[in-house]
């Protein structure tokens, strides 16, 4: 079982820059990918960042280039750094681990931070 916690959401302007972090209950080096997913009102859940445990990362088309995902093993944390902010950003961000224990995949999910950017 593994535990997220998220934090760092808020009201940003648009053109601003938040920082989001997940905190893992394990160490993220035993995870096999970690990520970020945001989900609009009435839209689909979809992937904003994710790294892997080699430290591959890759971004959604929307947000390279203004977002950046990093980690601090030493704390278990995952970090996205969120850059020129639009309101078409505002959402629930949520954080992901998913961990193979073959055969199996499992799936674990943060509560969710809400971002939210004003025009």
């Known amino acids: 079982q593994v535990q997220l916690v998220e934090s760092g959401g808020g009201l940003v302007q648009a053109g601003g820059s938040l920082r989001l972090s997940c905190v893992a209950s394990?160490?993220?080096?035993?995870?096999?990918?970690m990520g970020w997913y945001r989900q609009a009102p009435g839209k689909q859940r979809e992937m904003v960042a994710t790294?892997?445990?080699?430290?591959?990362?890759h971004y959604a088309d929307s947000v390279k280039g203004r977002f950046t995902v990093s980690r601090d093993n030493a704390k278990n944390t995952l970090y996205v750094q969120m850059n020129s902010l639009k309101p078409e950003d505002t959402a629930v961000y949520y954080c992901?681990?998913?961990?193979?224990?073959?055969?199996?995949?499992?799936?674990?999910w943060g509560q969710g931070t809400q971002v939210t950017v004003s025009s």
């Open positions: 992901n681990a998913g961990l193979l224990n073959a055969p199996r995949w499992y799936d674990y």
């Open positions: 394990v160490s993220i080096l035993s995870i096999n990918v």
């Open positions: 790294m892997t445990s080699d430290g591959s990362t």
